[in-house]
């Protein structure tokens, strides 16, 4: 599975757009890109997931760019209750295991 | 709830002494995955089920770590001989069948060894 690289930590004024970026310049066609986030003392929550469309469920929109080589995902009115820490994972068609990074720590500040 | 059930949520035990974790999985999924996770450090993983077999373990799996998935639903967690380097939370996370299926984990165990 193809590395990715995050900043270490963001921060984003409450009510406002979260915008988190994620670089997988390795990903190859078959890779999805996975965002998971984890707020303190508890699991990882799946957030979303894509392949070469944008996309938007109820929590996040996913935003990749032509050349797959980055993504951004995007929280469109953060609460302070999104402070938490995101993982971007690159992960196969068919693979098993999720890869985790140190993930960007986002603080939303009131 | 629905959701994956780990217990207990807390164990503190003293080094030398074996612990066993337990891990309910969402019903139907059959995938099963474990991880540990330290302070301040992503997830990092540690064996991966397909209904009772075990299909891949991490080199992080030391001969005193075991897991199981006797009838391809509920999983345990055996650490022997506990050490103080093992104290970390263990998550684990279920998956349905199928590609491109995203995986929901439990709250996790909290293991202190003192």
């Known amino acids: 599975d193809a590395k990715t690289t995050q900043p270490p930590s963001m921060d984003c004024a409450e009510g406002r757009a979260a915008n988190l970026p994620c670089n997988h310049s390795?990903?190859?066609?078959?890779?999805?890109v996975y965002w998971y986030r984890q707020i303190h003392s508890q699991g990882p929550q799946y957030i979303i997931h894509?392949?070469?469309n944008n996309e938007t469920n109820e929590m996040a929109s996913l935003i990749i760019t032509e050349d797959r080589k980055s993504s951004t995902l995007i929280l469109p009115h953060a609460t302070l209750r999104d402070t938490a820490v995101y993982y971007c994972i690159v992960r196969g068609e068919y693979g098993n295991k999720l890869v985790f990074g140190a993930g960007t720590i986002l603080r939303v500040k009131s | 709830d629905t959701g994956v059930s780990q217990n207990p949520r807390h164990k503190i035990t003293k080094r030398g002494q074996n612990v066993t974790f337990r891990c309910d999985p969402i019903s139907e999924h059959n995938r099963l995955y474990w991880y540990r996770q330290t302070l301040g450090q992503g997830p990092e993983f540690l064996t991966y089920f397909q209904n009772e077999a075990q299909l891949e373990k991490s080199r992080l799996l030391s001969d005193r770590f075991s897991a199981e998935r006797p009838k391809g639903s509920f999983s345990t967690l055996e650490i022997q001989r506990t050490e103080q380097g093992d104290s970390a939370m263990y998550l684990c996370?279920?998956?349905?069948?199928?590609?491109?299926?995203?995986?929901?984990f439990g709250q996790g165990t909290r293991l202190t060894v003192v």
């Open positions: 390795t990903i190859s066609g078959n890779e999805y």
């Open positions: 894509g392949l070469k």
């Open positions: 996370a279920s998956s349905p069948r199928g590609p491109n299926t995203e995986a929901f």
